[in-house]
């Protein structure tokens, strides 16, 4: 009798424990709502939010996407473009200049027809003429600056003590007291006479020396523009002709 009476005691004491733990209905209004880990923000290209905004975006997305600003690129005003300054066309000159050249200048009639010869010989037609000009004599030698007659004249007499002897006091010179220690065709000749001078005290220069007077000219039709010719060619033997140019040939009519 005993133990049956523990056993409903027992079994109470489990149905409360039931009740009042397991089997517990709660109402729905006293529940606390389950919240939902919301995802993180998604990153969104500048390029995806424009196209989206262009396509209208969903109403679940409009808390996750940004606002997007257009970005405008500052306003610089356009470089001035420089137009090119159209060409004026060649003239006469330059065309001249372009299909002819004359060869000079020439000492002496022997030299320009000799050069003529050799120009025709390469398939050209020369034309020769005549005009005033300058003509390249040689490399100068000089001693100048001399502050009065007496002074020059007692250089001379020192020079002229050490074996130079072809060496004069030009008249009427400009600049005044100039002493002459020749001409000469080949620069390293002139510089061994200026060292010579320069070994006894004095001070030489080297310069061109030219003469006036009449020089001839070989005019050439060239077979292209532009064509040149090489002066080398006249250059032969003993009898070399020094300091010949190029230059366009004189305008006609």
């Known amino acids: 009798m005993r133990a049956f009476c523990l056993l409903l005691v027992l079994v109470n004491a489990l149905y409360f424990i039931w009740s009042q733990v397991i089997d517990v209905h709660v109402s729905s209004l006293d529940r606390v709502p389950i919240r939902v880990a919301a995802p993180p923000p998604r990153i969104v290209l500048a390029k995806e939010a424009q196209n989206g905004a262009q396509a209208?975006?969903?109403?679940?997305?409009?808390?996750?996407?940004?606002?997007?600003?257009?970005?405008?690129?500052?306003?610089?005003?356009?470089?001035?473009?420089?137009?090119?300054?159209?060409?004026?066309?060649?003239?006469?000159?330059?065309?001249?200049?372009?299909?002819?050249?004359?060869?000079?200048?020439?000492?002496?009639?022997?030299?320009?027809?000799?050069?003529?010869?050799?120009?025709?010989?390469?398939?050209?037609?020369?034309?020769?003429?005549?005009?005033?000009?300058?003509?390249?004599?040689?490399?100068?030698?000089?001693?100048?600056?001399?502050?009065?007659?007496?002074a020059a004249e007692a250089a001379l007499k020192r020079i002229n003590d050490n074996g130079i002897t072809d060496v004069y006091l030009m008249p009427g010179s400009d600049?005044?007291?100039?002493?002459?220690?020749?001409?000469?065709?080949?620069?390293?000749?002139?510089?061994?006479?200026?060292?010579?001078?320069?070994?006894?005290?004095?001070?030489?220069?080297?310069?061109?020396?030219?003469?006036?007077?009449?020089?001839?000219?070989?005019d050439v039709d060239l077979k292209e523009p532009g064509q040149t010719i090489d002066t080398s060619l006249f250059q032969v033997g003993q009898s070399r002709i020094l300091r010949l140019e190029l230059r366009g040939c004189p305008q006609t009519g």
């Open 56 to 150: 209208g975006p969903a109403e679940d997305e409009e808390d996750d996407v940004p606002d997007v600003r257009e970005v405008v690129p500052p306003q610089v005003e356009p470089l001035e473009s420089s137009a090119p300054t159209p060409r004026s066309p060649p003239s006469a000159a330059r065309a001249d200049t372009l299909s002819c050249t004359s060869v000079g200048p020439f000492a002496d009639l022997g030299q320009a027809s000799q050069a003529q010869a050799t120009l025709r010989s390469m398939g050209f037609q020369p034309r020769q003429r005549v005009e005033q000009g300058e003509l390249w004599a040689g490399y100068w030698v000089s001693v100048r600056d001399f502050p009065s007659r007496d």
């Open 175 to 218: 600049p005044a007291n100039v002493l002459s220690l020749g001409v000469f065709s080949d620069y390293q000749r002139a510089q061994r006479r200026a060292e010579e001078v320069r070994a006894i005290g004095l001070t030489p220069q080297i310069s061109d020396r030219k003469r006036a007077g009449s020089v001839f000219w070989i």
